[in-house]
């Protein structure tokens, strides 16, 4: 095999390790890959302290203070979780098609998820670390409404490409996390569906806002999206329910532009920070239906500029003195 332009060797013996890994995976069945996923997340969580720190930091933080046998708990439903994550995307493509998507996906909201995303105007697809979200972009183009979605290319560029195999593969499209303010802007001229991660760091730069009770930084772009383009915002999950490749592809609440011409419009639309804690509000109660499902292990929580506690403070007062 030819050296990949943008990689070394290093980087393609670890791709050549996933995919021998995927092939296990896929001749497995997905009750053994589920019993697998359970024995490593043990020697994970309680065995290694790989990322421990930085989980249980967030744990804490969230959850005040648990006892030990409890974080172990949490952290080990956690790395079952990934695990899980990782055998249910190599094996969704053979598992899930046109035909047979409503076996592995229960929507509540089916009515009022499917007219969102056949709105007439762009629409904004947000969702979290949580659950299986790379097997919604998935089945959401598998029936036939596939997303454009941003993500960070990975830093090996071999597995990046055999990543982006598998999001394309029901037709989903894939904008790099940077550079992309073109193409979405002509995504969102021509009345497309964009999907985002919303729970990934933004910086001192970006939107400060509270996240289970603590200040966080968040993209400003995506609020801007929404209130520029007039695009209505989604909040979704995909929450594995009794048994793997089995989910709730939900829809949590929909922030509409449309609905600033009323005489008396809500106030999450009145600005970017508005509608940046609107969002954050609701990723937290998705999450709240199954934190085991959500990612942890990710540095969500870091160091506030003075300046943004001030701000966040004097904001914090000022929505208690209006209640």
Request: hydrophobic share 40%; glycine share 6%.
């Amino acid at each position: 095999m030819q050296q990949h332009k943008d990689g070394n060797w290093v980087q393609w013996l670890a791709y050549l390790a996933l995919r021998c890994v995927i092939c296990a995976i896929q001749s497995m069945s997905l009750e053994a890959c589920d019993r697998m996923c359970r024995i490593l997340a043990t020697v994970l969580a309680d065995w290694t302290t790989l990322r421990r720190d930085i989980t249980d930091s967030n744990l804490q933080l969230v959850y005040g203070n648990l006892s030990r046998d409890h974080l172990a708990l949490l952290r080990r439903r956690m790395w079952h979780n990934l695990l899980l994550m990782v055998c249910e995307i190599a094996q969704a493509p053979r598992k899930i098609h046109r035909t047979n998507w409503r076996d592995h996906i229960y929507m509540p909201q089916k009515r009022i998820t499917v007219k969102a995303l056949m709105d007439s105007r762009a629409t904004v697809l947000v969702t979290g670390h949580f659950g299986n979200f790379e097997v919604a972009g998935h089945v959401v183009g598998t029936v036939g409404l596939p997303p454009h979605t941003m993500a960070r290319p990975l830093d090996n560029p071999y597995i990046d490409e055999f990543l982006e195999s598998f999001r394309s593969s029901g037709g989903q499209k894939i904008l790099p996390k940077e550079g992309s303010s073109v193409a979405v802007q002509e995504l969102l001229d021509q009345k497309g569906t964009l999907a985002i991660l919303a729970d990934q760091h933004a910086g001192k730069k970006g939107c400060w806002v509270d996240f289970f009770g603590h200040p966080t930084s968040c993209h400003k772009a995506l609020a801007l999206f929404v209130l520029s383009a007039g695009a209505p915002m989604v909040v979704n999950y995909t929450r594995r329910l009794n048994r793997p490749l089995r989910f709730e592809m939900g829809t949590i609440g929909i922030a509409d532009p449309a609905l600033l011409e009323q005489t008396d419009p809500p106030e999450y639309l009145s600005s970017v920070n508005e509608l940046t804690e609107w969002y954050n509000a609701q990723l937290e109660s998705i999450i709240r239906l199954a934190p085991e499902q959500y990612w942890w292990l990710h540095r969500r929580w870091r160091d506030v500029p003075p300046a943004q506690l001030k701000r966040l403070a004097a904001r914090r007062a000022k929505k208690h003195s209006a209640a």
